[in-house]
């Protein structure tokens, strides 16, 4: 069409630190995306980027950003108990804003970010990045078509050496993930959680988490979250009545792996015991071939994507805020010495 210009979205990023730098890549490299400001309050932080992506304006001012009417969307890579008060700031001036998991560190904040985004027709979208993951969706595709039969229960381990983070426990930094993936795999309310945890190199910050969250229909999901561990892991297990499903995450190609695995327990009849009644299928193992997109890169197009389509991200604010309830839920818990708390 002549004269047609085509649509490019002018981002700003606030936080540049160690995922920052990822961010920056992914939203730079984006052809319908433009990062016209980088802020962060580390002068080091700011050089970085103004040296990988020549032409971009750095500042250590999130007001800068703001006061700029061209810029549209903004992203929040700060720490997590920034998240609030700079996404609040970045809605209040009319942006519209992703913000990297967790959306809040409150159910109150999140709540209030999800109004102010809706009241003003802005997006909003949080940075749960296995929702984007080839390996994660080719399963949820499976749940989806029943393939899986009912989830009965789930399991992930996210467990390393490090990161410590000094304002967020080992469950708030590493498990949005694994909850964003038990909230999308189970087609339930979560109802309730219970976790166990304790805190060894800083007060009250718990470097190893075990959790479980409870859902009406009597699915559960457990959480291993650790950053004192020798191995690394990153695995979840799902348990259907129809197939089981292995995603490790650490595997280079072959993450995936569906079992032909189950049991059944048949109705009671004449003098057969429980043993007899109870028939075990062992059948064969599927490796799926999987695409090997970047899922960051993935998660970055479609906050662009609802901007430049005027509709609701993927991951939008409302299961941002499913996830925040479930990690308040978790401190009462872990607050609590483990006592079940309902959601
Ligand atoms: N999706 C993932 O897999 C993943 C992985 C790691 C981290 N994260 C998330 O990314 C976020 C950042 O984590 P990180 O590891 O990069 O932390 P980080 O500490 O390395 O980076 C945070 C950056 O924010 C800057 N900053 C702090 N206050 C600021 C302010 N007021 N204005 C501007 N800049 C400010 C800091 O100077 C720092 O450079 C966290 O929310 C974390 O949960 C996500």
Redesign the pocket.
Known sequence: MPGHQPIIVRIAQ???????RNLLRNFSAIPQAEVVWV????EE?QKDAAANHPGIRTT???QDILADESVEGVIV????P??FL?AEAALRAGKHVFV???LAQTVDQAERLVALAEENDLRLMV?H?LLYHPAFRHVEELIGQNELGDIRYLYSTRVNLG?VRQRENAFE?LA??DLSIALAYIDSKPVAVAAQGSAYLQPNIEDVVFATVFFENGALAHVHTSWLDPHKIRKTTVVGSKLMAVIDDMEPSEKVRLYDKGAEVAEPSGYTGFAEAVSVRSGSIVIPKIENEEP?RSECEEFVASIVEQRRPHTDGRSGLAVVRLLEAARQSLEAGGARVDV
């Open positions: 606030v936080g540049a630190g160690y995922w920052g802020c962060d309050t580390q932080a250590g001012d999130i890579a700060t720490e997590t920034q998240h700079m990297e998991k967790p940075g990045l990161i930094s949005p993930h960051l």
